[in-house]
């Protein structure tokens, strides 16, 4: 019994002094825990739409690796076509309008298309083929008009110049016979009332070469008017045509952008990859479903992106936290227990708090993880953005007799005091 009761002691006093050391020197790891969630180094990439649409097909399914520049979603383009073939219609009306106005104005008469226009315009075009000739042959009857009217008086003046002449030696001739019937009523020879007859017959031949010398006057005047109407109605005829080119300019350059926003928007309604990368959420997969404006179709996660947790620490563990501190990243839910904690450290720590929606306010620590998956001799499960872990920072080491003394020296900075 003696011999039992010694062999207690000594292993009861071996036990004592192992705990002992242990206390004394023995550590522990002093840990911050946090829990945050996975992000990534890069921003996902949000594929959004401005305009918004209707579902045609979608090209990808959660999960896909797409490259840059990929189709991922079609919109049903109907809407938006007809709008394309209506203005491609306006364009090239005015297109084929402004051929015709720069033709009509340079007085060619042959008019210059290109193929697509002759071919799918062929109406447009002969409509422009007809208004060219028409407005030509309406131009042209206008100033046949006032040369025909030039004509008549260049006629006129021609026949009054020539009754000029005509007088005029028939006044040289009645002088002639004035002089002759003057020298024989003096020598009695002739009577006075033949002498009356050639002087009333000079008169009347002297009023006809004044009216005639009028005529031509007036007729002059009208030639000249009836050329300034011939330069008047062509001038605004071609004043006019510039008028409508400006406007026709004008319009085909209004149409044009408004068909190159529409190309646009049409070109839009084939939603394409940004960036090469893993698809991580498809919001709207279904033929038919509605997309409102600005709604985010497609997330991906990019291939050269890494995964960090972001983790939320309080406020009074802020002070402990270092970059480059080693910390243990464990999953939340109940399949943690089957795979170890995940390695990482500390790579950045933000300035300023942030307030979470129903808590304190924390600072957000962000993590470089050594895998981006959990993984056992069996199976692995595989990180992603916006799976939820808690994280355990490593501040350091501290003696278990430091635990067990802290709350004695807590009470020595504060002797016989009411705390």
């Known amino acids: 019994m003696k011999e039992k009761l010694k062999y207690f002691k000594i292993y009861s006093s071996m036990i004592f002094l192992g705990l002992i050391i242990l206390i004394y020197f023995g550590r522990l790891d002093v840990v911050v825990e946090g829990k945050g969630i996975i992000i990534t180094d890069i921003d996902i990439a949000n594929v959004q739409h401005l305009e918004g649409g209707i579902v045609e097909y979608s090209n990808v399914k959660i999960g896909d690796y797409v490259e840059a520049g990929q189709t991922l979603v079609v919109l049903n383009t109907a809407g938006i076509q007809a709008d394309v073939n209506e203005l491609e219609g306006l364009l090239y009306g005015y297109q084929i309008d402004c051929i015709r106005l720069r033709t009509e104005l340079t007085g060619s008469n042959e008019l210059v298309f290109t193929e697509k226009q002759k071919l799918e315009f062929s109406d447009l075009v002969q409509d422009a083929i007809e208004r060219l000739k028409s407005r030509k042959n309406k131009i042209e009857q206008l100033v046949a008009v006032q040369l025909s009217i030039l004509d008549q008086r260049k006629m006129e003046v021609e026949e009054s ?70 330069k008047t109605i062509r ?5 006019e045509i510039r008028v409508e080119l400006a406007d026709a300019v004008a319009a085909e350059k209004r149409a044009s952008e408004r068909l190159a926003k529409s190309l646009e928007s049409l070109d839009r309604m084939n939603i394409k990859a940004p960036i090469t990368g893993k698809v991580q959420n498809v919001n709207y997969p279904t033929k038919g479903g509605v997309i409102p404006p600005g709604a985010t179709l497609v997330e991906i996660i990019p ?70 998956k959990f993984e056992n001799s069996k199976k692995s499960y595989p990180l992603f953005p916006g799976i939820e872990v808690v994280s355990y920072i490593n501040l350091g080491e501290r003696r278990i007799f430091e635990y067990l003394l802290s709350p004695f020296f807590s009470l020595g900075k504060f002797p016989l005091s009411e705390i």
């Open 161 to 230: 110049i020539i009754s000029v002449d005509s007088n005029i030696k028939i006044l040289k001739i009645l002088q002639e016979q004035l002089k002759i019937s003057d020298d024989l009523l003096k020598e009695k020879i002739s009577t006075r009332y033949n002498h009356l007859e050639l002087l009333r017959e000079e008169v009347y031949i002297r009023g006809l070469i004044e009216e005639d010398e009028k005529r031509i006057l007036r007729l002059n005047l009208a030639v000249k008017e009836a050329r300034e109407r011939i």
């Open 235 to 239: 001038r605004n005829y071609r004043d």
């Open 303 to 372: 291939t050269n992106a890494k995964l960090l947790v972001k983790a939320h620490v309080g406020t009074n563990d802020r002070g402990y936290l270092q970059k480059g501190s080693e910390v243990a990243v464990g999953l939340i839910s109940d399949i943690s227990r089957e795979f170890p904690n995940l390695v990482g450290r500390v790579i950045d720590i933000k300035e300023n708090t942030t307030k979470q929606e129903y808590g304190e306010p924390v600072y957000e620590v962000y993590i470089e993880l050594t895998n981006n």
